[in-house]
Nanobody
Framework: VQLVESGGGSVQAGRSLRLSCIAS????????MGWFRQAPGKEREAMAA????????NYADSVKGRFTISQDNAKNTVYLQMNSLKPEDTAMYYC??????????????????WGQGTQVTVS
């Protein structure tokens, strides 16, 4: 499975960004997709996860209500819509895929595949 993120950039506080993660390869079994971020000097943080088979989602409390994870199965793409961005949202954002059941928003070894990341900077 290969994952490629895009959509990052530099924005002012209060604005929005939408990140995309395109999956390719043997993706049928990796039906749990997640978004993570890591700021310099900080641990990786799980933000949202989606079970692509049914569209079930779950979120970390830190982003609930501001960030939305969604999917377009026809395009093998998972999105992260980020609204009301804050300077503390500045980080490298990664998507990941897993076969885990249930699909949970969590860090740890159960995420099998990772993208290369896309930088988000909020000022």
């Amino acid at each position: 499975v290969q994952l490629v993120e895009s959509g990052g950039g530099s924005v002012q506080a209060g604005r929005s960004l939408r990140l995309s993660c395109i999956a390719s390869g043997d993706i049928e079994s990796s039906d749990c997709m997640g978004w993570f971020r890591q700021a310099p000097g900080k641990e990786r943080e799980a933000m949202a996860a989606i079970y692509t088979g049914r569209g079930y989602t779950n979120y970390a409390d830190s982003v609930k209500g501001r960030f939305t994870i969604s999917q377009d199965n026809a395009k093998n793409t998972v999105y992260l819509q980020m609204n009301s961005l804050k300077p503390e949202d500045t980080a490298m954002y990664y998507c990941a895929a897993s076969t885990m059941t249930p699909c949970r928003v969590e860090v740890g070894p159960r995420w099998n595949y990772w993208g290369q990341g896309t930088q988000v900077t909020v000022s």
